[in-house]
């Protein structure tokens, strides 16, 4: 593969970011999604305490999500929403909604991020902590998705006599959310793969 001469960005031509960005696309593009599995597969191992590990817990909200005839976007964030707790154990809410934003719709990628104060509520008063923390975010426009998020596709998701639905059958919804161009205003959109 051909390489750019120069070491500062600043010197870079038109034609350099030509070849930067078809490099990009045929190779972190297209890897995005086997990038991604292997980040939730990181949750595999110790359970930590609850019935199922972390990836299980993963497939089983996004089963659920499935069932319930939620948009594809939806079942994707329900199935990543912990993705970076291998990562970023303190901010994976974020972390998991950063993944998420270039490729699904703002409430979606809202969900996400707040999920984790959200969560609290049904925990927070156990650990000395406000379970009605999530209030701070009362009157915003998706505090009840949200909430309905944690209800149904989260606190609810570790159980492990649950029929949880493979990594397989989640794949094409996968391939075609992160196959999408970015919606961020200010990123150049990266040509989907044909």
């Known amino acids: 593969m051909e390489n750019v001469t120069w070491t500062r960005m600043e010197d870079g031509t038109k034609e350099d970011y030509a070849l930067l960005n078809?490099?990009?696309?045929?190779?972190a593009r297209a890897a995005l999604v086997d990038n991604l599995l292997a980040n939730l597969d990181r949750l595999k191992?110790?359970?930590?305490?609850y019935q199922i590990n972390r990836y299980d817990h993963s497939l089983q909200s996004a089963t659920r999500a499935a069932r319930a005839n939620e948009s594809d976007?939806?079942?994707?964030?329900?199935l990543l929403h912990?993705?970076?707790d291998a990562f970023a154990?303190?901010?994976?809410?974020?972390?998991a909604a950063a993944l998420l934003a270039p490729y699904v719709d703002e409430r979606t990628t809202w969900i996400v991020r707040h999920h984790g104060i959200f969560q609290g509520y049904y925990?927070?008063?156990?650990l000395d902590g406000n379970r009605d923390a999530r209030d701070?975010?009362?009157?915003a426009e998706h505090f009840d998705a949200c909430a309905q998020f944690c209800a149904e596709y989260d606190q609810n998701c570790f159980d492990p006599s649950y029929d949880t639905m493979p990594i397989g059958e989640f794949l094409p919804l996968l391939q075609d959310i992160f196959g999408r161009p970015s919606r961020l205003s200010g990123v150049a959109p990266i040509p989907a793969r044909s």
């Open 89 to 95: 154990p303190e901010n994976h809410s974020d972390a």
């Open 136 to 139: 701070l975010y009362a009157g």
């Open 82 to 84: 912990d993705v970076a």
């Open 123 to 126: 925990y927070f008063h156990h």
């Open 73 to 78: 976007e939806m079942v994707v964030a329900a």
């Open 45 to 49: 191992g110790p359970t930590l305490g």
């Open 22 to 27: 078809a490099a990009f696309e045929s190779h």
